[in-house]
C-alpha cells in the first residue's frame, strides 16, 4: 500500500479514535457530576450511589498510559459492513450507541478468534497501534479480498534473531492459517525489557485467548516455562472473569485472591488489574498464608546452590541415573530374557536388549519419549518372535498391545526404566547421600553436596 494511502487509513481511524475519546470525557464529566451529588432517597442511599460514582471514574480514568482503542472490527450487516471498535473499556455516545466494545465481551472475543481461513462474520479486523490518544499504524489481521491491507513495517524495524526465533512457532502457524504475521507482535517480543509486567490485550494471541477465555466448569490450569506468559494469561482471564457477565455470575474483584512468591511479583500484578479494569483483588505472598515458616524452607547457602547453573548438569545427570541397565541380569538367564505369552514361549537374547536400552537412550527427545522408544523396540522384537511362530496372528490388530501389556514386559520396563517425575527425582536427589554423589560428582564439591542434602 503506497504511504499516502496508509496515511488516509490513519488519518480516518485517528478520527474514529478521537470520537471514542471525546465519549470517554463526556461521560467521565457527567460521572464526577453525581458523584458529587448523587440523588439518592436517603443518606445511606448517597453513599453507596457516590462510591458506585467513583469507582466508575477510577474505571475510566485509569488505563495507565495504554490507548482505549487498538482495534477495529467490520461485521456482515446486510449489504453493508457495520464497524465497531474494541477497547479496554466500553464506551457509549449521547445516544447510548456502543462507540467502543469491551475486549471482555463474548462479541469481542469471538470476532478476535475469527481467522482468514475461518473469518465467520468478519469482513476486517484491523489491529491499531496507537500512543495513548495517537494512531500511529495499522495492521489487517482479517480481510476480505478486496479490503486486504499488506503491512509495511516501518523504515529500519527489523526483529533481532532472537525474536524470530521466540516467535518461530506463531509464524509457522499464521503461515499454514494464510495469516500474515503480525508484526506488533514481533515488536514486543523485540522490545527491550525493563522489568515491569504490562498487559498483552493488543497482541494477545488466539491461544491466549482461549485459555482467558477458558468457561468450561472446574479448575483451569496453564502450565509452561519461565517468560511463557503464565502470569500474563492469568491476570487476564481474572478480568475476563470479572467483566464477562455470561459467566460473572455476581463474582465481585474481593472474592478473588492472587497469590504471589514474593512482593516484587505483587507489585507487578498491581500494575497490570487496574488497566484492565480489575481493581481490588486481594494480593497476597505465599508465604503469609501460613503463620509460621515451611518446614522445608531452603537456607542462603541452600538457595545459592539451586540457583547454581551447574544445577542443570546436576538435575540432568540425577534423571539419566534413573535408567538402571544393571537390572536387566535380574530378568535373564542363560542371556535370555523369556516370557511365556497366550502359551508361547517368547525370548530375546540379552545382548539386544542391552542393544535397544543403548539405541533409546542415545536418540533425540525428551527422557520419556526415549523411554517409549525402548518400549516400542522391545514389543516389535516380541512381536515378531509371535507372528513367527504362530503366522495367524498377523491379522490380529490386538497382538501388538497385549504383548507390550503383559505383565512380564511391564515388570521389565519399569524395573530397567522406570517412570519418573519431577518431584520424585528431587526428592532422592536431596535425601539420599549416594545418589547425590552419583549426580553431583565432578560437579559440586563435596561440601555443597552436604549443605544441599536434607533430612527425609
Known sequence: ??????????????????????????????????????????????????????????????????????????????????????????????????????WRTDTAIRWRKASQRNPGEVRLRRRLRCHAHQVVDFFDEVAAPERAHP?????????????????????????????????????????????????????????????????????????????????????????????????????????????????????????????????GVATVQLRSLWREEPAGTDTDQQRLIKSDLRMVRVLHRAVANSVRPYALDRFTHHGLFETVFEGTRLAISREELGRLLTQARGSNGAFDAQR???????????????????PSRERDSRLRRRIKESTDVRSLLNAVWPKVSEDGILRRLLNDAEELHAAASGILTDEEQRVLLRPR
Open 1 to 102: 500500500m503506497a504511504k499516502e494511502d496508509r496515511a488516509a487509513v490513519i488519518a480516518a481511524e485517528q478520527r474514529a479514535v478521537d470520537h471514542a475519546y471525546n465519549c470517554l470525557e463526556r461521560k467521565m464529566q457527567e460521572t464526577k457530576r453525581l458523584s458529587e451529588s448523587p440523588a439518592g432517597a436517603s443518606a445511606k442511599d448517597n453513599a453507596a450511589q457516590r462510591r458506585e460514582f467513583q469507582k466508575r471514574l477510577a474505571s475510566y480514568e485509569d488505563l495507565g498510559g495504554k490507548s482505549l482503542v487498538f482495534a477495529r472490527v467490520d461485521v456482515e450487516e446486510g449489504e453493508e459492513p457495520e464497524t465497531f471498535y474494541l477497547g479496554r473499556r466500553a464506551v457509549r455516545d449521547g445516544d447510548r450507541n456502543l462507540v467502543v466494545i469491551d
Open 151 to 279: 503491512a509495511d513495517p516501518e523504515p529500519g524495524a527489523r526483529p533481532s534473531p532472537v525474536t524470530v526465533e521466540a516467535a518461530i512457532a506463531n509464524t509457522r502457524r499464521q503461515e499454514s492459517d494464510h495469516e500474515s504475521v503480525d508484526p506488533f507482535l514481533l515488536e514486543e517480543l523485540a522490545r527491550v525489557r525493563d522489568g515491569h509486567m504490562r498487559d498483552i490485550v493488543e497482541t494477545i494471541q488466539r491461544a491466549q485467548l482461549d485459555l482467558v477465555s477458558d468457561d468450561r466448569p472446574g479448575v483451569l490450569i496453564v502450565q509452561g516455562g519461565p517468560g511463557t506468559g503464565k502470569t500474563a494469561i492469568g491476570l487476564h482471564r481474572v478480568s475476563w472473569l470479572l467483566g464477562n457477565e455470561r459467566v460473572n455470575k455476581g463474582i465481585s474483584a474481593d472474592e478473588i485472591l492472587v497469590v504471589g512468591p514474593h512482593q516484587g511479583f505483587l507489585d507487578y500484578v498491581s500494575q497490570v488489574l487496574p488497566i484492565l479494569d480489575s481493581r
Open 372 to 390: 517409549s522408544r525402548f518400549a516400542e523396540a522391545l514389543t516389535d522384537h516380541l512381536m515378531r518372535e509371535a507372528v513367527g511362530l504362530r
